[in-house]
């Protein structure tokens, strides 16, 4: 089972949240705070954009399936 810990509004990961805070952040110079504000606000200002690419990209893999299964074209 995951268990999940809160850093700035997210629900994140408890072993991600410690690798980032104990060994990915230490010696550049970014603060567990920022790193954690930072991510918070990437995801709330670009997560809709992100929602719709995904949903535009789900629209064409259905519009277009079809074309995957269709046997090669025999040239002459």
Do not use: C
Not at 37 to 53: C, E, F, I, M
């Amino acid at each position: 089972m995951t268990h999940r810990i809160t850093r700035h509004g997210l629900q994140v990961d408890r072993l991600l949240a410690d690798f980032i805070e104990t060994r990915a952040l230490p010696g550049t110079g970014i603060t567990a705070d920022a790193f954690w504000s930072g991510l918070a606000d990437l995801a709330t200002t670009q997560g809709p954009k992100n929602r719709a690419l995904l949903q535009k990209r789900a629209d064409l893999q259905a519009k277009y399936r079809h074309l995957a299964h269709r046997p090669p074209r025999r040239t002459a």
